[in-house]
């Protein structure tokens, strides 16, 4: 039953029962309201339920007998609550789970990384709180393909649109090769688990505007497929792993808005990774296409206007200086010495009296000029 792409509204109908071997169900794109009919979980043989982008609310009712899920897409809806852990247990087959752009809360649940098949996790744009569960190193669909250039069955898995390469791409026949993990938008905390890294077959990677802290993996290098990797907008810290060089699938990059420091590194795809907007908000941050690094990693500051009150503190000091020891080179040898304070007084006495003689003098001869001026 596809019915996707119309205007329908309305609450989803209870006729379930009557059609146990519906293998496919598309509403998405509608206006549907109202929650997911608990009959729906008589559909032992459902494998794609796609209800994406309608009005639907509430809790998820239990499917815990649609054992054979391929794809369970949910996304831009209005659906709260926890994340089922039934999801993990009895839908083992799931090659996709979008959950994003809801309401959902708590923390990520264990049982997903039993998900051994998924090719397209997506959980972004909810409430979810806590760490990501380490045991993600478990999703081996994200390290080999898991479907066969032969097997034609999975082709049909419904249309999504899915972030690759920094923008929302719309994917229908070619959804299959999508490799995607998306947990951004939420508030996530702790540090990116190191089990991450094992996920070799990954393609897009983002765990944006979350609250992680800690460092980048330093095995990240390892995800020798990785084409997208956004962890902007945490609280991330330290430097960049000098294993990223070795990414040299990743064409979009972005890690602004974080606390991390030190040289970005060089070689590879970064020296295509020109923009700076890549690493904005990393106020330690250096080097290409960055601002050159210093040599103590800092750049000094200088207060505005300070450089005037340094020059003029350094000038009352040396006049200080100065002035003490002008005076007391002169004036201590006086007080100290007897014979050079008479010899100094004598001095002074004898150019006093030879001063007013010479001015005595002048003034006599200046008399004279004086009389003979006014004689003739």
Known sequence: ?????????????????SIPDLYIVDMSNNSLSGTIPRSIDSLRALRYLILSSNNLSGELPSLRNCTNMKSLDLGENKFSGNIPAWIGENMLSLLI???????FTASIPSQLCDLSNLHILDLSHNNLAGHI????????????????DKDTSYLYQGKLKAVTKGRVQDFGSTLYLVNSLDLSNN????????????????????????HLTGIIPSRIGNMESIETLDLSINQLSGSI?????SLTFLNHLNLSYNNLSGNVP??????????????????ALCGFPLPDCQDNGETPQVPSGGGKEFEWLGFVISAVIGFIVGFWGVCGSLVINKSWRQAYFHFIDRMK????????????HLQKISKGTKES
Request: glycine share 8%.
């Open 97 to 103: 789970l979008r959950l994003s752009s809801n309401s």
């Open 353 to 364: 009296y030879a001063l007013i003689d010479f001015v005595s003098a002048i003034g006599k």
């Open 241 to 245: 792993p000098q294993s990223m060089v």
């Open 1 to 17: 039953m596809v019915i996707s792409n119309n205007y329908l509204s309305g609450e989803i109908p209870h006729f379930w029962n």
């Open 133 to 148: 569960p380490p045991c993600v190193g478990n999703l081996s669909g994200f390290k080999v393909s898991v479907i066969s």
């Open 187 to 210: 508030y996530l905390s702790g540090e990116i688990p190191m089990e991450l890294t094992t996920l070799i077959n990954l393609w897009t990677l983002n765990l944006s505007m979350n």
């Open 266 to 283: 060089t070689g590879n795809q970064f020296n295509s990774l020109v923009d700076p907007s890549v690493y904005e908000g990393n106020a």
